[in-house]
């Protein structure tokens, strides 16, 4: 478990004492490097460093209500850049360092931490405020049984390709038995950036989660095929779901059926859930681009949020019962928290069950693996109830 | 009927129990609870090797591959049985919600105080209606499957009975309760027990008449104690709560208080770590149990 504690908030900061140093010498700053984890976390504050020559230094982000771009001082006399940000505690910021050689500017992760993020856009920098802790559940657990993952391709005739997915059985699969089933939309950086297979894997053996056969599925067009496609739909639930329950031992009962999704993923997941709504009784949707408007069409999502924005328009009109039960999660640093939080109570007033849940953190997949136990044990809740040993 | 419940075994007392009872012969156990796990031979060695697993859980998968017939219905039952549960659950919360709204409200007068009494009412009569329903549900399940028709099952049936027959007393191990209430039934295992039995978690669970599941610390944070079905019914009027600490909020006393008040006039017995308690099949236990008491603190039991 990585857990990150920082002394208490009335002791001076490490770097003022630093400042306060007369005079100030290189030598000195190779020992405060070599004595600090960077980022410097005190109490709610979170001190970011760089070191090196330059013109300018900023921590650049996507943490909605922060600057977008956030100044770092040099101390006087040395090359060590800093700024001190307040971190809410609990918080995970993902950050990287903007450095300028005159006209010259260069994105970087910072070279002081180690600790990283990764997306299909490439990594960041990663600051774990004070209370954050990577759930151990997300780290692989020697004793938790592995499942399987079996690579399948499912020709898609409403795509008009070869569909591919990956299916992960649990341990100890049995034929004989029946088993609820996910669908995870972005399946491929779900497995890679979300750990879900170790996610999956540990929260099964712990008796969190049901053990459930989960399909990874990739997108062609993502943007396309993910904002309201009715092919994208189709596709699921007259080519998919079908194949899934003819090939596995599947309960196909609505109630065993969830889809799963993060950011478009999760409109899709929707859209498609909207479009055949006696089919899935749960969805599980982390960090919805459920952008809308409502007035004028300023939505300031570009053309690729066309059709959402028409899509969720329409929904938010006309709010109807897709499912029995659905999962929303979202980071509070996040631009489509908003989105999100005025989601909520449309989906209620569908008349379904609604659980919502916030994070101090952004539009991230390590934010949508630390929501997926609160997620799939709420949709698909395991026998711990049953055991008594 | 003797009755011997005790606490979870991770620091084994069974071996003392078993000692103390000056059995002789054979002793019969049950260890279906826990799954694939149920050929491991831990139970041998606290029993001095005098066990005689009747390998009910061996037997449910040997039904499995032998009359797929049945393990078919027995499927089909079991989609039903969870759907009733998810609509039971449904409503509990709803009528849960309102006996726990109720108990919030600061007023301390005979109106609330009968208010509370109606919810709690509601409740109860809830769970009532639940417990008929998947019962008769399962009655009907067996009256049409008729499984002492089946051969495999006549089968397990008959060596069920005639182990039992040979031995001193029998041995139920936790586990899943759902799976060991289970394999009990369909091995028909209540016209052969012979007594003492000595059970303890799931195993104490599945004697009773009405099986509670209780779990205050999933990921959802506490759940709502539910009926799952009627076990052996061996015992009536006792709710067993095995790892009572560590599964139940005990300190949440309002809470508790309505645990307590919903499964009224059963005992509430705690088992917890080193528990050994003799009760009779009308839940009398003796003075010094620990049990839940309507104003939901854990109490002992006073000498009458």
């Known amino acids: ?389 | 009927m003797r009755v011997v419940l005790l606490g979870p075994q991770r620091r084994p007392t069974v071996d003392t129990v078993v000692r103390s009872l000056r059995l002789d012969g054979p002793i019969a156990t049950i260890t279906a609870g826990w799954q694939e796990r149920e050929p491991d031979d831990e139970l041998g060695k606290h029993l001095g090797s005098r066990d005689v697993n009747l390998s009910l859980y061996g037997r449910w998968l040997d039904v499995q591959e032998r009359d797929p017939g049945f393990a078919a219905g027995e499927r089909r039952l079991n989609g039903v049985l969870e759907e009733v549960q998810d609509i039971y659950l449904l409503r509990l919360d709803y009528a849960l919600q309102a006996v726990y709204a109720v108990q919030r409200r600061s007023a301390n007068d005979p109106v609330r105080t009968d208010a509370l009494a109606e919810a709690v009412a509601a409740v109860r009569e809830l769970d009532a209606a639940h417990l008929h329903r998947i019962s008769d549900l399962r009655d009907e399940f067996y009256q049409a499957r008729e499984p002492h028709a089946r051969p495999v099952i006549a089968e397990h049936r008959a060596a069920v009975a005639g182990l039992l027959g040979d031995t001193a007393a029998l041995v139920i191990a936790g586990g899943h309760v759902g799976v060991l209430a289970h394999t009990l039934h369909l091995f028909d295992v209540a016209p052969s027990l012979r007594s003492p039995v000595i059970a303890w978690s799931a195993g104490a669970m599945a004697l009773t008449d009405r099986i509670v599941l209780f779990h205050d610390r999933s990921p959802q944070g506490f759940g709502h104690p539910e009926i799952y079905g009627r076990g052996l019914g061996v015992l009536r009027n006792v709710v067993p709560l095995p790892h009572a600490r560590a599964r139940l909020l005990l300190d949440d006393a309002p809470r508790m208080a309505v645990f307590a008040r919903r499964f009224s006039p059963a005992r509430c017995i705690l088992l917890e770590s080193g528990t050994s308690v003799e009760v009779d099949s009308d839940g009398n236990c003796p003075p010094g149990t620990r049990v839940l008491a309507e104003n939901g603190r854990v109490t002992s039991v006073e000498a009458v």
């Not at chain 1, 850049?81 to 010259?104: D, N």
């Not at chain 1, 100890?172 to 170790?198: E, Q, S, V």
Request: with cysteine; aromatic share 10%; charged share 25%.
């Open chain 1, 1 to 389: 478990m990585t857990t990150v504690t920082g002394p208490a908030v009335s002791r001076k900061l490490a770097i003022n004492r630093l400042r306060e140093r007369r005079p100030l010498e290189s030598a000195m700053v190779d020992r405060f490097l070599a004595r600090h984890d960077v980022p410097i976390v005190e109490g709610g504050r979170c001190t970011f460093v760089y070191r090196g020559e330059a013109d300018q230094v900023c921590l650049v982000h996507r943490t909605f209500g922060l600057p977008e771009r956030i100044l770092l001082r040099q101390l006087r006399g040395t090359d060590l850049w800093y700024v001190i940000v307040e971190l809410p505690e609990g918080s995970r910021f993902e950050y990287q360092l903007e450095v300028a050689h005159g006209e010259q500017r260069e994105r970087i992760n910072d070279p002081l931490n180690s600790r990283l993020a990764h997306s299909p856009l490439g990594s960041s920098s990663v600051c774990y405020a004070r209370g954050y802790e990577v759930p151990e559940w997300t780290l692989p657990d020697p004793e938790a049984r592995p499942g399987t993952l079996v690579d399948f391709v499912v020709p898609s005739r409403a795509l008009r390709r070869d569909c591919q997915a990956m299916v992960y059985l649990p341990a100890r699969f049995r034929r004989t038995a029946r088993y609820p089933m996910l669908i995870a939309h972005d399946g491929g950086d779900y497995l890679r950036y979300a750990a879900a297979k170790t996610v999956l894997d540990n929260l099964i053996h712990r008796l969190d989660v049901a053990e459930t056969i989960v399909a990874f599925v990739s997108p062609g067009e993502r943007l396309a095929e993910y904002a309201n496609s009715a092919a994208h739909a189709r596709y699921l639930t007259a080519e998919l779901v079908p194949w899934l329950e003819a090939e596995f031992p599947l309960a196909g009962t609505p109630s065993a059926r969830c889809l799963m999704g993060a950011s478009f993923g999760a409109v899709a997941a929707l859209s498609a859930a909207y479009r055949y709504p006696a089919v899935y009784g749960s969805l599980l949707l982390q960090s919805g681009s459920f952008v809308f408007t409502d007035i004028g069409n300023d939505h300031g999502g570009g053309p690729v949020f066309e059709p959402v924005v028409r899509f969720v328009n329409r929904y938010r009109a006309a709010p109807r019962r897709v499912a029995d039960r659905v999962f929303v999660s979202c980071g509070v640093y996040e631009p489509l928290i908003i989105r999100n939080r005025s989601m909520v109570p449309t989906f209620e007033a569908a008349g379904m069950a609604v659980r919502y849940v916030e994070a101090r953190d952004g539009h991230s997949w390590e934010n949508w693996r630390d929501r997926l136990r609160e997620g799939l044990s709420w949709i698909f809740p395991g026998p711990q109830k049953f055991f008594y040993e």
